[in-house]
């Protein structure tokens, strides 16, 4: 016989739902200006200018990521989602139509601190909303969003630019993100706080013990132990072959595998749909084994060796070196949710918005450092040696990944519950 499923896991799915359509949207207009780089040439604005303005979104996340965690944490998911996406659509319509470069770059940098708002809150409602041995799986459902944002965006961007003109085109982003605002003003529903384990009873010799108690839950998570601070440096160390694979791997395919841009296109297509499921596959195994850490190792150790692999094989490019670099891509992505969930395990519920920030603020830097950086690699040693320096990454964050942490679940002075804290 057919089982009801009950509102509390109706609830849960439906807001997972909306919050990887809220991810999708989010990184669609976060990358809207690349897809619009050629419009805009044909527009005279030079490379370089659609450069920088391509990267304001990015930046202008970095500024308000800590600051959404905060308020997120204070004012509940569900507001700061509306208000994000909301604001992220004005900004978009604004920068459709403001005249001049100066305004349009200011619209971008408005938006992407809008955005911010959009990765920390729908990480927050899942860890709230998902218990822990689901909630892996479900971090990486939600973590898949991106490449799947990027790929939409690559999808309906340069169409709707031929159609409606480069700025103009940013009114799909517009109409995405207020759509997905309206979604989640009525869906998404704030997680109901974890109930405060009993306290024990106090006699005359320990009366401040109930005081204490609540003092502990709500600790900084950042005090007296380096978990946290250990995972974002993991994090960050392993954002290095994940946007050296990202930037590189197009141009590499076209210059130096004789590739046309179209056949190499589609092979990054299917190299971000493989790192969303692998993301999924990453979240379900450490649901499986009740560890988030031990996966992260070992995802970090095979991104080593992979990078390793592909820098040797990319001195005599061919199908091995090919295959090596989708590999790569799927594989150096899959840590991402698994990371964001530990994170917020470890922070604890008072504190999660601004773990996520700090966890947000650590690997946009790093995406926004490795593409310059790898760039002046490859002008000066080539893709082999740049390879090899982004293996490095990997390697270091095996080692430095925590022994002990939010595996098994287990509920940290920090106040971690080990039950989700949704309602029912």
């Not at 898949?144 to 630019?161: D, E, F, K, M, Y």
Request: charged share 10%.
């Amino acid at each position: 016989m057919p089982t009801t499923v009950p509102p509390t896991e109706r609830r849960a799915l439906a807001i997972l739902t909306v919050s990887v359509c809220a991810g999708i949207v989010n990184m669609v207009f976060l990358n809207s200006v690349a897809f619009l780089i050629p419009a805009l040439a044909e527009a005279g604005i030079g490379l370089s200018t659609a450069g920088v303005l391509a990267g304001l979104p990015m930046g202008g996340t970095l500024l308000t990521l800590i600051g959404w965690g905060v308020l997120i944490d204070r004012i509940g998911e569900r507001i700061a989602l509306v208000a994000g996406l909301a604001a992220t659509a004005a900004a978009a319509l604004g920068a459709a139509y403001v005249p001049g470069l100066p305004g349009l770059g200011a619209m971008l940098l408005l938006g992407g601190a809008a955005a911010a708002s959009v990765n920390a809150a729908t990480g927050r409602v899942i860890v709230g909303w998902f218990p822990p041995h689901r909630r892996g799986l479900a971090m990486g459902v939600r973590q898949a969003a991106q490449p799947l944002g990027v790929g939409l965006g690559a999808l309906i961007l340069p169409a709707s630019a031929a159609a409606l003109g480069a700025t103009e085109a940013l009114l799909v982003p517009a109409a995405l993100n207020a759509g997905a605002a309206l979604l989640c003003l009525a869906v998404v529903r704030d997680p109901e706080p974890p109930s405060p384990a009993p306290l024990p009873a106090a006699d005359a010799e320990d009366e401040a013990a109930p005081e204490a108690t609540v003092e502990t839950a709500a600790a900084n998570p950042y005090r007296g132990a380096t978990v946290l601070q250990r995972i974002h440096l993991v994090s960050f160390l392993l954002v290095v072959p994940q946007f050296t694979v990202w930037t590189f791997a197009l141009v590499w395919l076209i210059d130096r595998c004789g590739w046309s841009p179209g056949s190499a296109g589609a092979l990054i297509v299917v190299a971000q749909v493989l790192g969303g499921l692998g993301r999924m596959a990453a979240g379900s195994w450490s649901d499986i084994v009740g560890s988030r850490l031990l996966p992260i190792r070992i995802i970090a150790g095979t991104a080593g060796l992979t990078m390793g692999a592909l820098a040797l094989a990319s001195v005599w490019p061919g199908p091995i070196a090919v295959a090596l670099l989708v590999v790569a891509s799927a594989v150096t992505v899959a840590d991402n949710g698994l990371a964001f969930t530990a994170v917020a395990e470890a922070a604890g519920p008072s504190w999660t918005g601004r773990a996520l920030g700090v966890q947000n603020t650590g690997q946009n830097l790093g995406a926004t450092v490795v593409p310059p950086v790898f760039g002046a690699v490859i002008a000066a040693l080539g893709y082999p040696a740049a390879f090899a320096l982004a293996a490095l990454g990997p390697a270091a964050a095996v080692l430095l990944v925590p022994r002990t942490g939010p595996d098994r679940y287990a509920v940290s002075s920090t106040g971690t519950s080990a039950t989700g804290h949704g309602p029912g």
